[in-house]
């Protein structure tokens, strides 16, 4: 009798969210399902993201979502589903978020589709954004959404190559089912490609090399999301003392991290660690930082 109410149960659930998803798409009249039919498989996290008052709509044959942020509004193209968690995470929970006291620039490593560039670019207190993606493909979709956003973007200096502990040409295996995951280490991304990676030719800069080259005068807030090169990163900057500029810093983190910590520390740093999901042997998290010394 009780497997026979679990499977009542579960027919009822599957068919009032059946029901729910046929609601959510009549609010979306205008949006072809045809061609947008990635949107419509993540119905359910679009209508929560309109009830943060996102709107989507088709401009010039592309999906775009204009979203809320500092009394301002981003537009942002939305090209996969993946795109609708990029929205929930970057400006909805504002995960890249400091209260800031003072104007900063910010270097952004790992600017993916520009939807952290554009975010940082609507604080009022950051006066410059130096964005970094390793992947041309990518780089291409962000300079489409900086071209929505010609305000937001006249403070975003964009470059297509990826940050590390020194200047070197790559190939990497490009996974186009999961941009954001792609990087220099193709495990970190593991458990989230679903097809096989295509050989792409990347070039890398050093670290330090980029920071001679900041406005010295003014801190920086570090933003860090390279799928496993933050280590080479950091063990770079504490080998060449150029944690000087840096005076925030937010860090994804990937397999064991306790070596990340440790630097921060001993170079001032207060630390606050989020741990996120542990997904085939990955220790995933966010790593916020403060320079108080």
């Known amino acids: 009798m009780m497997k026979i109410l ?19 798409r009549n609010k979306y009249k205008g949006i072809s399902y045809s061609k947008y039919s990635y949107f419509f498989k993540n119905i359910l996290r679009a209508n929560a ?8 709509q088709e401009e ?25 968690n990029l929205i929930d995470l970057v400006f909805v929970h504002r995960t890249y978020n400091f209260i800031l006291s003072q104007p900063v620039n910010v ?9 952290t560039c554009l975010f940082f670019a609507s604080n009022p207190m950051v006066k410059k954004v130096y964005g970094y993606e390793l992947c041309e493909p990518i780089y291409r979709i962000a300079l489409e959404n900086f071209s929505l956003n010609p305000q937001l973007s006249r403070k975003i200096e964009p470059y297509c190559y990826g940050i590390g502990d020194k200047k070197e040409s790559i190939q990497i295996s490009f996974h186009s089912d999961y941009l954001g995951a792609n990087g220099i280490y193709e495990s970190a991304g ?15 800069e050093s670290i330090s090399q980029e920071l001679s080259k900041m406005e010295s005068e003014i801190p920086l807030l570090l933003k860090i999301d390279v799928e496993g090169s933050e280590y ?5 900057l504490d080998r060449t003392k150029f944690f000087k500029p840096i005076k925030y810093l937010i860090m ?3 397999f064991s991290h306790q070596d990340l910590l440790d630097i921060l520390i001993r170079n001032g740093f207060e630390v606050n660690e989020i741990f996120s999901s542990r997904n085939e042997n990955i220790d995933l998290g966010l790593i916020y930082a403060v320079k108080t010394s």
């Open 252 to 254: 994804e983190y990937h």
């Open 190 to 204: 593991m458990h989230l490609f679903k097809n096989k990676g295509q050989l792409l030719n990347c070039q890398v």
């Open 232 to 236: 080479k990163i950091l063990r770079e």
């Open 49 to 56: 993201l309109k009830e943060h008052d996102v709107l989507f």
């Open 60 to 84: 010039n044959n592309r999906l775009v979502a204009n979203i809320p942020v500092n009394n301002q509004k981003v537009k942002l193209i939305i090209y996969s589903g993946n795109d609708l």
């Open 107 to 115: 270097m952004d490593l790992g600017m993916n589709i520009g939807d």
């Open 6 to 24: 679990l499977f009542i149960k579960s027919l009822v659930n599957s068919f009032e969210k059946t029901l729910r998803i046929i609601a959510f």
